[in-house]
């Protein structure tokens, strides 16, 4: 993406209440970061939203969801849960300085 392409918002609308410092997180950056963001992928989002909205309707109406094929093995295998408490600790590690895009 330019820095051109990213300073073009005059196609974002925001709707709905806004509150104090809402101006801090929804700068013209991100806004323009946003806009350029639905219009690579935005009818993608939306035609799997679609698919999504179909598929529960499905469930909704009883139909049980399938595993693929190629994870049988995993659900007929011998596998097993360990026994006892294990860590599931996750570090994230890095600067917490603010990233330019």
Do not use: C, N, W
Request: charged content about 25%; aromatic content about 6%; overall charge negative.
């Amino acid at each position: 993406m330019s820095s051109k392409q990213l300073t073009d918002t005059a196609h974002t609308v925001t709707t709905g209440a806004t509150e104090a410092g809402f101006d801090e997180i929804l700068t013209e950056y991100a806004l323009a970061f946003i806009t350029a963001i639905e219009s690579q992928f935005g009818e993608r989002r939306r035609e799997l939203l679609t698919l999504r909205s179909a598929r529960q309707l499905a469930i909704d109406a009883g139909q049980l969801p399938r595993f693929l094929p190629e994870t049988a093995d995993v659900r007929t295998g011998d596998s097993q849960v360990l026994s006892g408490r294990q860590s599931s600790t996750l570090a994230l590690v890095g600067s917490t300085e603010e990233h330019q895009f």
